[in-house]
């Protein structure tokens, strides 16, 4: 059973920038495609990003296109998410996902 831990969450002002990980133990992580997703207050969990299993291909939500960058390193079992130029609105909790598990989630909040 695959487990899943993020980390890397933390209060920046907007312009800032952050980078998440996402450690995965008791799986073959890199088999897994893996994905960030994110929870604002008050709205639905939304899709942010998401790698394939060896990192050969990516796809994010156009709202965070060329600002966010997705990357793993499968000798870690970690996933990244490298987030440049936050804005206010980019404040939500972030979780990551792979095999069907989720973690628990890490806060970003980003300040104007």
């Known amino acids: 059973q695959v487990q899943l831990a993020e980390s890397g969450g933390g209060l920046v002002q907007a312009g800032g920038s952050l980078r998440l990980s996402c450690a995965a133990s008791g799986g073959t992580f890199s088999r897994y495609a893996m994905g960030w997703f994110r929870q604002a207050p008050g709205k639905e969990r939304e899709f942010v990003a998401r790698?394939?299993?060896?990192?050969?291909?990516?796809f994010y939500a156009d709202s965070v296109k060329d600002r966010f960058t997705i990357s793993r390193d499968n000798a870690k079992n970690t996933v990244y998410l490298q987030m440049n130029r936050l804005k206010p609105e980019d404040t939500a909790v972030y979780y990551c996902k792979g095999a069907d598990v989720w973690g628990q989630g890490t806060q970003v909040t980003v300040s104007s």
């Open positions: 790698i394939s299993w060896n990192g050969g291909s990516t």
